[in-house]
């Protein structure tokens, strides 16, 4: 049961690339959310989505985007990578909105 | 709005002596408070979740956490640790699905722990 995967588990970007974060669940769920985590900031939301095609912006969305055409995907875009955007990213999904989460492996990303 | 509060960003245990990690929350409707862990290199992993239901709530790997209202408190302990629970935990809040809150999962900014011999 691969639960929530997430792809690559890392990346090097140059300052001003872009790129894309895949993340697929096969568990069904309708909610699913984009953290990043940063050493001693805990995690914070980037963007969630309720169902396919209904996404709302979390607390850090600046220079990320998302889109949600299914039900099993969400990526996340990075547009014009920015030193900032180093971090560690984690997609999750729910069966609720709020309720207990389903974490990825994370994919760690840093740009240069 | 809501918020998680974790006191300790490191904290030290010898192996077999008593683990106590602190949250404390801040909601304005009844929560969910959750303890996740984190194990190096690796994703979050639910350890256990209170959802109004006994204040008194078991986990995996021997962890509980006790649900106290007039203290706003979700302290994680476990009586006797071991070296395999070195890692990170995080505590985290949500308003109850229930209510209405439709909001989102809150984190705490997590606590180091480190089990020595």
């Known amino acids: 049961n691969a639960g929530v995967t997430q792809t690559p588990k890392f990346r090097i970007l140059k300052i001003g690339q872009s790129m894309t974060l895949q993340c697929a669940q096969d568990?069904?769920?309708?909610?699913m959310y984009w953290y990043r985590q940063d050493p001693g900031m805990g995690l914070k939301l980037i963007y969630y989505?309720?169902?396919?095609?209904?996404?709302d912006k979390g607390e850090v969305p600046n220079g990320y985007n998302v889109s949600r055409s299914t039900t099993e995907d969400f990526p996340l875009r990075l547009e014009l990578a920015a030193p900032s955007q180093t971090s560690v990213y984690f997609c999750?999904?729910?069966?609720?909105?709020?309720?207990?989460?389903?974490f990825g492996q994370g994919t760690r990303l840093t740009v240069v | 709005a809501q918020s998680v509060t974790q006191l300790g960003s490191h904290v030290s245990v010898s192996e077999g002596a008593l683990v106590l990690l602190r949250c404390n929350y801040s909601s304005s409707v009844p929560p969910y408070l959750f303890w996740y862990v984190q194990y190096p290199n690796q994703g979050l992993q639910l350890l256990l979740k209170?959802?109004?239901?006994?204040?008194l709530v078991k986990g995996i790997n021997g962890f509980e956490a006790e649900f106290k209202k007039s203290e706003t408190s979700f302290h994680l302990t476990k009586p006797s640790a071991h070296m395999s629970d070195a890692a990170e935990y995080f505590c985290?809040?949500?308003?109850?699905?229930?209510?209405?809150?439709?909001?989102?999962?809150?984190f705490g900014t997590g606590t180091q722990l480190k089990v020595e011999l």
């Open positions: 568990m069904n769920h309708n909610y």
């Open positions: 985290a809040v949500s308003p109850s699905p229930f209510t209405g809150g439709g909001n989102k999962l809150t």
């Open positions: 209170y959802t109004s239901a006994a204040t």
């Open positions: 999750a999904s729910s069966y609720l909105l709020g309720a207990e989460a389903f």
């Open positions: 989505s309720v169902g396919a095609g209904i996404t």
